[in-house]
């Protein structure tokens, strides 16, 4: 019997056990099947490559690939591990060499399904992101910035792990996100930062490629909600630790939007990020690779006025 899931906006239904993720029911949201395959039943199902493509190297160094075909998406994790979305976008295939394993698990919940919601009408920003009385804070950054170790530390401060890496917007209204998978992926010289309080945050469930790979289902969002804050972080050698409003302009945005191969960008999606700036604040947060995770927090939240709305909480 499958077991219910929910992530990436997505209901899941599985008949495996997904990594550090809880059964739950998800009314309202389009169904995806997971479904185990092998690699030979997978790839007859594919049937090849008959569009775009696309390729990029994961934190792990290897290589995850995305190809249209006139069966629909192959998703490729190396030489490893393969899914298939098949042209209706509610069955993927999964077929792993080695099942027993966890990277192609993680591969499959914190990168495939944010590219499956994406292929089902959703956009989706480069960004971990909190859950806070204000709404969700996105932090965007690329690979490598430190945005989940500050993430993590917004979390000991009191705020609800939302995502680690995709932010998924809603296409219908795009100042609504759906929370993620409850996973991050922490360098390990990072989680040092917040080793005291990581326990009470998160349980590990491996340690890949010099990645903790830990779950926060404890800790984390399960609703959809507004976007109250989207911080675009900078961290280099001989910046000054400074949080400054941006102008509310979508082209800030385009490069940490993430697409599909062959994907035209249409007035409709710029839309949805027109609407997320107008009424989302823009931040730049910047400061110095020396500068901890707690100071860069600090600047934060006093710059969208979150020590504000904490406090009012309390006292109500």
Same mark, same amino acid.
């Given at each position: 019997m499958d077991k219910s899931y929910s992530s990436f906006g997505l209901a899941l239904g599985s008949?495996? @056990?997904?990594?550090?993720?809880?059964?739950?029911?998800?009314e309202g949201? @389009?169904?995806?099947?997971?479904?185990?395959?092998?690699p030979a039943e997978l790839w007859e199902a594919w049937g090849g490559v008959d569009g775009g493509s696309w390729r990029g190297q994961l934190s792990d160094g290897n290589e995850l690939a995305v190809e249209q075909g006139p069966g629909g998406l192959l998703f490729s994790f190396g030489e490893s591990a393969w899914f298939?979305?098949?042209?209706?976008?509610?069955?993927?295939?999964?077929?792993?060499?080695d099942p027993d394993q966890l990277d192609w698990q993680r591969v499959l919940v914190d990168r495939v399904l944010p590219l499956v919601?994406?292929?089902?009408?959703?956009? /989706?920003?480069?960004?971990? /992101?909190?859950?806070?009385?204000?709404?969700?804070v996105a932090i965007a950054a690329g690979s490598g910035s430190g945005k989940s170790t500050l993430a993590a530390e917004l979390m000991r401060r009191g705020h609800r792990f939302f995502c680690d890496d995709i932010l998924v917007?809603?296409?219908?209204?795009?100042?609504?996100?759906? @929370?993620?998978?409850p996973h991050m992926n922490l360098d390990l010289p990072g989680v040092s930062a917040v080793s005291a309080e990581l326990p009470a945050l998160a349980s590990t469930?491996?340690?890949?490629?010099?990645?903790?790979?830990?779950?926060?289902a404890a800790n984390?969002?399960?609703e959809p909600r507004r976007v109250a804050a989207i911080v675009l972080f900078e961290r280099a050698t001989g910046l000054s630790l400074q949080a400054r409003r941006l102008p509310a302009s979508?082209?800030?945005?385009?490069?940490?939007?993430?697409?599909? @191969?062959?994907?035209?960008?249409? /007035? /409709?999606?710029?839309?949805?990020?027109?609407?997320?700036?107008?009424?989302a604040v823009l931040l730049e947060l910047s400061g110095d690779v020396d500068d901890s995770p707690a100071e860069f927090a600090a600047a934060l939240e006093a710059a969208i006025g979150l020590e504000v709305a904490a406090a009012e909480r309390s006292a109500a």
């Open positions: 008949p495996f @056990p997904l990594a550090g993720m809880k059964p739950v029911g998800a949201l @389009p169904f995806l099947r997971l479904v185990r395959e092998t298939h979305l098949d042209p209706t976008r509610e069955r993927l295939g999964c077929a792993s060499l919601s994406l292929a089902r009408g959703r956009e /989706a920003l480069h960004a971990a /992101a909190v859950e806070t009385p204000l709404g969700v917007l809603d296409g219908a209204g795009g100042a609504i996100a759906h @929370p993620g998978a469930l491996g340690i890949l490629a010099d990645e903790r790979w830990v779950e926060v984390a969002a399960h979508p082209l800030t945005l385009v490069p940490l939007m993430l697409g599909l @191969p062959d994907e035209v960008r249409e /007035a /409709a999606t710029f839309a949805v990020y027109s609407d997320l700036v107008d009424s």
